[in-house]
């Protein structure tokens, strides 16, 4: 069974940080080392947007121009982990993280609910 768990989210004064976690687990993800991994977050009343990826050993990583600069995108491949640190965090940042195997985020956990809000 493919689990994937995120985790870290909270209410945050704008210019706060975050960092979220997922944690991958099951049959799939027995080889999370050789998977893409990807952050993406929806926001109260929008379609799913893509955040970051990254590639299978840490060594390649990309973002969406709205975070660039502010997010950094990382992975433990010993404890099957995904990180993403949010910095300097505005309120159009509000939204449920999630984080996928899958850039369209077609399996992807639970989320975890980031709030930017002073």
């Known amino acids: 069974q493919v689990q994937l768990v995120e985790s870290g989210g909270g209410l945050v004064q704008p210019g706060g940080s975050l960092r979220l976690s997922c944690t991958a687990s099951g049959f799939t993800f027995r080889y999370f080392r050789y998977y893409w991994m990807y952050w993406l977050r929806q926001a109260p009343g929008k379609g799913l947007e893509w955040v970051s990826s990254i590639n299978t050993s840490g060594s390649s990583v990309d973002y969406a121009d709205s975070v660039k600069g502010r997010f950094t995108i990382s992975r433990d491949n010993t404890k099957n982990t995904l990180y993403l640190q949010m910095n300097s965090l505005k309120p159009e940042d509000t939204a449920v993280y999630y984080c996928?195997?899958?850039?369209?985020?077609?399996?992807r956990g639970q989320g975890t609910q980031v709030t930017v809000n002073s």
């Open positions: 996928s195997n899958d850039r369209s985020g077609a399996t």
